[in-house]
């Protein structure tokens, strides 16, 4: 009879072990892969913006000269990320691959102008940066007009603010669910013996002695979670580089490093905070209480 009770109390211990393991390698995996996201959220958001082109024609009086001045001043811009020098040629050719028909053959000549596509760094994409760039563009007497699209840029800048924003509000609620459901699952675990705390406290135990075996319990169970975590997020980590190179996610290995580290970090010390308060609280209780 006594072994099937111990067997049973067994079998329970090991599916709380279990619980709390699984939720905290839950709660740390969505940890982290949030902060993954916000890691690499700025960089999405530059890749995006600099994709947004400045297009400066110039006029036809402009020679080879100016083209080249030109070109070597954008590679000495702090402001440029890359250009490209496009003839009025290769400009007609485009615009007859995307209509389907020469328009040169019943214009009689190429009304289009030579160019350079301009992308800009993405701290140089707001609307006072590009003015001021604009301006500094115009100030070449060859230079004909300066074509990008303003709204785009606006609507891109607001946009980022508002994503970031909610992403900085959703990351808070997270972090605050994580701790209240890694607390309940010690807490939870910390009650299953309250009986067995207060009883080693009658017998004279001193309080550090009898959390600590709680203490190291629950940390080897939060380090078990988070190892979990770490795993499941090196495996999303290889899938999403592999299947997203563009993406760059390992471009920044010491960010994926720090965001891994810390997900290890919080297992362990919300653990131990958690226990440490959890035994705390019926160490401090009256026997009648635990009823």
């Given at each position: 009879m006594s072994s099937s009770f111990e067997k049973f109390q067994k079998r329970r211990l090991i599916s709380s072990y279990v619980s709390v393991v699984f939720s905290m390698f839950l709660v740390l995996f969505l940890l982290g892969l949030l902060g993954l996201f916000i890691l690499n959220?700025?960089?999405?958001?530059?890749?995006?913006?600099?994709?947004i082109a400045m297009t400066v024609f110039f006029k036809n009086e402009a020679t080879d000269t100016v083209f080249t001045a030109f070109k070597n001043e954008l590679k000495t811009s702090k402001f440029v990320k890359s250009s490209v020098y496009v003839t009025k040629e290769q400009a007609a050719k485009m615009h007859t691959d995307i209509i389907g028909e020469d328009f040169m053959t019943f214009l009689g000549a190429n009304p289009?102008?030579?160019?350079?596509d301009i992308h800009l760094k993405a701290d140089y994409i707001n609307a006072e940066n590009i003015r001021k760039i604009e301006n500094h563009f115009r100030t070449n007497e060859m230079v004909s007009d300066i074509v990008?699209?303003?709204?785009?840029?606006?609507?891109?800048?607001?946009?980022?603010?508002k994503v970031s924003l909610w992403i900085l509000i959703i990351s808070g609620f997270l972090a605050l669910v994580a701790v209240v459901l890694i607390n309940s699952s010690m807490?939870?675990?910390i009650?299953?013996?309250?009986?067995?705390?207060?009883?080693?406290?009658?017998?004279?135990?001193?309080?550090s002695f009898i959390r600590k075996p709680f203490i190291w319990r629950s940390v080897k169970l939060g380090l078990a979670g988070a190892v979990c975590a770490v795993i499941a997020l090196l495996v999303c980590i290889l899938y999403i580089d592999g299947n997203y190179p563009n993406l760059g996610i390992l471009e920044n290995p010491l960010a994926v490093c720090i965001v891994l580290f810390s997900v290890l970090a919080l297992g362990v010390l919300i653990t131990?905070?958690?226990?440490?308060?959890?035994t705390q609280r019926y160490l401090n209780l009256r026997t009648d209480d635990l009823y």
């Open positions: 959220s700025k960089k999405l958001a530059d890749d995006f913006k600099e994709e289009l102008q030579n160019s350079f990008y699209d303003k709204q785009l840029v606006n609507l891109v800048n607001d946009n980022i603010k807490r939870l675990s009650y299953a013996n309250r009986f067995i705390i207060k009883t080693m406290q009658m017998v004279g135990a001193t309080k131990w905070l958690s226990t440490y308060f959890a």
